[in-house]
């Protein structure tokens, strides 16, 4: 089930705050967030595990909600750097493969 | 270090064909995934291959096969092309940092059209 993304697009100013959710209707093993820009491959971000372990690039902070399913990704005085497009990819299990389910992402554009 | 590559960049096909494309991961990566991704949507899962080994498979039809050489590079083959398999086709390595956590690497992805 894909997980669902909100919002699906922001505009802020530099300097700005931005939080971005990634919500699913089924229990969740892990979140990983990704930014992609145009023309360019996803880029690991961070990964969540049910339970409080995460590890990820030091500028960046997200959160996991293990009742409500959710996770949001914090991204404070956004640079112009930031702009792209975020998508959260979303595990059920540990066993198996690692699959990622991506949502459908949310498009950020950070203006001068 | 290098990062993940895929060859080649761009493909161009007609309908009925079969392509292959190529990736190698970040060395001392042994898992493979393969995703597909659809212009404006997330991308889609479609193979993945540890050790040589399938370990998951999406919700993709037989034209797909995919293998992982003992070099840990992997092929993605996909037969009978159809006008709907027109997308960026991303490879991506892992690296296991922990129990259940793991940092995955996308490759630069080969864009595939089919006319």
């Known amino acids: 089930q894909q997980p669902v993304q909100s919002p699906q697009a922001v505009i802020l100013r530099e300097g700005e705050d931005a939080v971005i959710n990634c919500s699913s209707s089924k229990a969740l093993y892990s979140v990983h967030w990704y930014r992609q820009k145009r023309g360019e491959a996803p880029v690991f971000l961070m990964i969540?595990?049910?339970?409080?372990e995460q590890k990820g690039h030091e500028k960046i902070s997200a959160s996991f909600n293990e009742k409500k399913q959710q996770s949001s990704l914090y991204l404070t005085a956004s640079q112009l750097s930031y702009s792209g497009t975020y998508f959260c990819?979303?595990?059920?299990?540990?066993?198996?493969?690692?699959?990622?389910?991506f949502g459908q992402g949310t498009r950020l554009t950070i203006n001068p | 270090d290098a990062g993940v590559t895929q060859s080649p960049t761009h493909l161009i096909k007609t309908r009925g064909q079969q392509v292959t494309l190529r990736c190698s991961p970040i060395s001392g990566h042994k898992s493979v995934s393969w995703y597909q991704q659809v212009l404006g949507q997330g991308p889609q899962f479609i193979f993945q291959y540890y050790e040589k080994e399938e370990r998951g498979r999406g919700n993709f039809p037989d034209r797909f096969s995919a293998r992982q050489f003992p070099n840990y590079s992997s092929e993605l083959n996909v037969n009978a092309l159809l006008l709907g398999d027109s997308a960026l086709y991303l490879c991506?390595?892992?690296?296991?940092?922990?129990?259940?956590?793991?940092?995955?690497?996308f490759g630069p992805g080969t864009r595939l059209t089919v006319t």
């Open positions: 969540l595990l049910k339970g409080g």
């Open positions: 990819g979303t595990e059920r299990g540990i066993q198996g493969a690692q699959k990622l389910v």
């Open positions: 991506a390595s892992s690296l296991v940092v922990g129990q259940g956590l793991y940092e995955q690497y």
